[in-house]
């Protein structure tokens, strides 16, 4: 089973940046489009952008779009998450995933997630 881990987050001021690291083990990386997903507190876990194989499509979620970046290092293992001008309604706790097919991303049921990156945004 491929395992992620990610890291990156913490705290930060509202309008500020920070970059999210997500490293996925095992030698099928490549072959996986990757997500990003925030659960806030007392929320359900969101979507908030993918990334195709090539890393060549990206798709975003309204909220996020403009400011979040997704991009991936196949010779890594390793999706990022650039994230500019933070809001408040950022703050969530920060998980990363993945499936064969770029349009399941968002939408499919996932059976393991790693233990996401806590990001705090203050006002």
């Known amino acids: 089973q491929v395992q992620l881990v990610e890291s990156g987050g913490g705290l930060v001021q509202a309008g500020g940046s920070l970059r999210l690291s997500c490293a996925a083990s095992?030698?099928?990386?490549?072959?996986?489009?990757m997500g990003w997903f925030r659960q806030a507190p007392g929320k359900e876990r969101e979507f908030v952008a993918a990334i195709n194989r090539s890393g060549y499509t990206t798709y975003y979620a309204d909220s996020v779009k403009g400011r979040f970046t997704i991009s991936r290092d196949n010779a890594k293992n390793t999706v990022y998450l650039q994230m500019n001008d933070l809001k408040p309604e950022d703050t969530a706790v920060y998980y990363c995933n993945g499936d064969k097919i770029l349009s399941r991303v968002g939408v499919r049921e996932y059976d393991y997630w790693g233990q996401g990156t806590q990001v705090t945004v203050s006002s």
């Open positions: 095992g030698r099928t990386f490549s072959t996986y489009a």
